[in-house]
């Protein structure tokens, strides 16, 4: 036992010695989340637009002033010409041209019906559509207010409610999403990369004709980096929680039970990519392609997996942290119990079987 | 010049050799092009609803029909009470709920308005927002349809009609609305940027974690020699993923290309020297691969997300934009989007170049001080 602790002592000095590594590890993942929590977000905020009145009336004067006193819109310029929109659009200054007929108000009067023509610019398309939406439904309510007094006019007024996220806010999303990374990451990707050292330079051979079995110099390896991602994860359900308000609905206890559960996957992981990396080149590049891509990918994190094609479906069902994902989210912001998720619980449980079986069976006592 | 020469003869022979080295050169592209180009699609279509009709009347069928027949809903089920609509949204069946209530015909007719309810799983914002921006768009339409069906009725003897304002909408420069197109050409700026800068990186703190690197420098070759024959090959590598990237792009997912070619290729070989120098930096600043690969990878994360590759820069608060300056991925990445995309020529991306040159002219500088500081 006691040669146990000197071991796991021997880790923590090499992790304490790499400051600047440890920085990062420490330091990335609150980076992310203020970055992410205040910068990211698909909220229309303040789109540059360009308005081209050919009418230039009081009715034109009032739609733009109305579409412009929102937060959703600023003005970039007045164009003169239909020839100006193109040039305006390719020096990517706006996303939005509004044109008015010319005698916007006098058709409207006369006739009952005025046009406008909304230009987006689709290159993304959500951004694109949501900009037109908003457009379109401004000037739709200017419309009624113009027509309010006017029989046979009918009002659909819809009360919405945004469950679960009701300030549709990007880092509900994230927060689950970087503490997945984070437990599966460093747990794997470290634990095998300092595996992978220990060969490279080495230092295995010396370990391993040490009287400590080789089981015990691997788990030694775990235990502080396991730690260091239990921590990191704690901080950034803090984080989440005091600065941008994600809320842990369920059980706290159950939440950080479910974290260990997977973490102790992110170690099996690790242990099974040292087994068959000789290099930390090979273990920095297995964790990289096969770990690291897919999570943040395939598990639903950044792009809902509904949308993928059917193909990259099914393939993300073998990546672990597609079920971590549902369970934590359902858990944060759903609050739902072990009655909602212990299905992908029991999925997560096989995995660690699984590899486990795996490396057990790879496992060499020696390096050759 | 012979040195320079001989050099990147060493380089290309280790590139070479190491598999690893090849896997990530020529798998990486590949990876990136084909899973993420696929799996990168924020397009929102088909999305699930479930209807509540308690009036079932002949206005309340004909919103659930105007439902039914958009494109971009599918009505999954029609339960009777909210409780059994919570259920199915709970277990992820659908994405959001209408309730349509009891007098919704009679309350129309009567007052001229009636409400309904709209229960969006709100999760995932972004769908959030565009699902309802879909949903209010068919009831606007819904309305309009109604008004001037009764108002013909209705109006038959009054003087004053109701005015309508037409709104024609075109989408420019991604008609099919489709993400890849968005996506691809962002694509070869991360893998411009992972290529130049990741493996430049790792490739010299390799020689000075194994020690070689004193050899060459008690060798007679020259520092900016030593420099420039580690840089070159992995400026030729990435000049060569990106016409094999941007050979994909147009081929494999027809991307249109409305600009000129000479605009990137001098963009891009401008750009490289930039991340190359960020490599540099990197790498004088490191001692193991691993410390490198750890920078390296904090900055690529900051990149990736304050580029503009996902969410785009206006939409950030004031003090984020500023930071986003520092950010040599969003330069390409909004320049490569507005040649392909817009076809937009050398003076619309003026200050983009402007930029990278001044940016690259810099970091190169402080590269190459700071590299002979710690040798």
Redesign the interface.
């Known amino acids: 036992m006691k040669s146990f602790i000197a071991f796991i002592i021997k880790e923590y000095y090499h992790i304490i010695r790499d400051k600047r590594s440890l920085l990062i590890l420490l330091g990335m993942p609150i980076v992310q989340i203020i970055l992410f929590g205040y910068g990211i977000t698909n909220e229309i905020n303040d789109a540059n637009i360009a308005i081209l009145d050919n009418s230039k009336d009081n009715i034109t004067k009032e739609i733009s002033n109305k579409l412009l006193s929102t937060k959703y819109f600023k003005l970039k310029r007045y164009l003169d010409s239909e020839r100006e929109i193109e040039k305006s659009f390719k020096s990517g200054e706006i996303k939005q041209v509004l044109v008015f007929e010319p005698h916007f108000a006098e058709n409207l009067q006369k006739f009952g019906s005025a046009s406008i023509h909304l230009i987006t610019d689709g290159t993304d398309p959500n951004i694109g559509n949501t900009i037109m939406n908003y457009t379109n439904s401004i000037i739709l309510n200017y419309q009624s207010e113009m027509n309010v007094n006017l029989a046979g006019i009918i009002n659909v007024l819809p009360e919405v409610k945004m469950r679960y996220n009701p300030e549709l806010k990007g880092v509900y999303l994230f927060v689950p999403g970087l503490i997945t990374i984070i437990l599966n990451l460093i747990s794997a990707m470290m634990t095998s990369i300092s595996i992978a050292r220990e060969k490279e330079m080495g230092t295995m051979e010396v370990l391993l004709v040490s009287p400590m079995k080789p089981i015990f110099v691997i788990v030694a390896k775990l235990i502080p980096y396991s730690l260091i991602s239990f921590s990191i994860t704690i901080i950034i359900l803090i984080l989440g929680g005091t600065i941008f308000n994600v809320p842990i609905t369920g059980s706290l206890g159950f939440l950080l039970l479910e974290c260990i559960l997977y973490l102790f996957l992110g170690l099996s992981m690790g242990i099974l990519i040292s087994t068959i990396a000789p290099t930390q080149q090979v273990a920095m590049f297995i964790s990289m392609i096969g770990l690291m891509l897919p999570t943040i990918l395939l598990s639903g994190f950044i792009i809902p997996i509904e949308n993928m094609p059917y193909w990259l479906q099914i393939l993300s069902n073998i990546i672990p942290a597609k079920w971590f994902i549902i369970i934590i989210k359902d858990i944060m912001l759903k609050g739902s119990g072990i009655t909602f998720v212990w299905k992908e619980t029991l999925i997560i449980v096989l995995m660690i079987t699984f590899l486990l079986i795996v490396s057990a069976k790879k496992y060499k006592i020696r390096l050759q | 010049m012979r040195i320079i020469w001989i050099i990147l003869q060493k380089e290309f022979k280790q590139i070479f050799r190491?598999k690893?080295m090849l896997?990530?050169i020529f798998?990486?592209p590949l990876?990136q092009l084909f899973?993420?180009a696929?799996?990168?699609?924020?397009?929102?279509?088909?999305i699930k609803i479930s209807i509540i009709n308690n009036d079932k009347s002949q206005m309340s069928n004909q919103?659930v029909n105007k439902i039914n027949a958009s494109e971009f809903f599918k009505i999954v089920d029609y339960p009777n009470t909210t409780k059994q609509a919570e259920l199915l949204?709970?277990a992820g069946k659908t994405d959001l709920y209408i309730v349509i209530p009891n007098n919704f015909e009679k309350d129309?007719f009567r007052e001229?308005?009636?409400?309904?309810?709209?229960?969006?799983?709100?999760?995932?914002?972004?769908?959030?927002?565009?699902s309802?921006?879909?949903?209010?768009?068919i009831?606007?339409q819904?309305?309009i349809d109604?008004?001037s069906n009764?108002?013909r009725?209705?109006?038959l003897g009054?003087t004053?009609?109701?005015?309508?304002?037409?709104?024609?909408?075109?989408?420019?420069?991604?008609?099919k609305?489709?993400?890849k197109?968005?996506m691809v050409p962002g694509l070869v700026g991360l893998l411009l940027t992972l290529i130049g800068g990741f493996l430049t990186g790792?490739n010299i703190v390799r020689e000075k974690e194994i020690g070689t690197i004193e050899q060459i420098n008690v060798s007679p070759i020259r520092k900016i020699q030593f420099i420039i024959g580690k840089l070159l090959p992995f400026w030729i590598l990435g000049m060569f993923e990106l016409f094999v990237a941007m050979s994909i792009a147009i081929w494999v997912y027809e991307v249109p290309f409305l600009g000129s070619p000479f605009v990137i290729i001098v963009f891009a070989g401008i750009y490289l020297t930039l991340v190359m120098g960020i490599g540099l930096l990197i790498s004088t600043i490191?001692e193991?691969?691993?410390?490198a690969?750890?920078?390296t990878?904090?900055f690529m994360?900051?990149f990736i997300?304050?580029s503009g590759f996902?969410?785009?820069i206006?939409?950030?608060?004031p003090i984020?934009q500023k930071i986003t300056l520092f950010n040599p991925l969003r330069y390409f990445i909004?320049m490569v989007?507005?040649v392909m995309?817009?076809?937009?020529?050398f003076a619309?991306i003026k200050f983009q170049l402007e930029m990278t040159i001044a940016y690259s002219l810099m970091i190169n500088f402080f590269a190459v001080i700071m590299y002979r500081k710690t040798n």
């Not at chain 2, 309802?132 to 768009?137: A, E, I, K, M, V």
């Not at chain 2, 009609?161 to 989408?171: A, D, F, G, M, Y």
């Open positions: 190491t690893i896997g990530i798998v990486m990876i899973i993420l696929n799996a990168l699609t924020f397009d929102i279509k088909d919103l949204m709970d129309l001229q308005s009636a409400k309904i309810q709209i229960i969006v799983n709100s999760i995932d914002g972004t769908k959030a927002g565009v309802f921006n879909y949903l209010l768009r009831l606007t819904f309305q109604q008004s009764l108002g009725k209705i109006t009054l004053e009609l109701p005015k309508i304002i037409e709104i024609k909408t075109s989408n420019w420069f991604n008609i609305q489709e993400y197109i968005f790792i490191s193991t691969q691993q410390q690969m750890f920078v990878w904090f994360v900051v997300l304050l996902f969410s785009p206006e939409n950030m608060p984020i909004e989007r507005l995309l817009k076809g937009s020529g619309d």
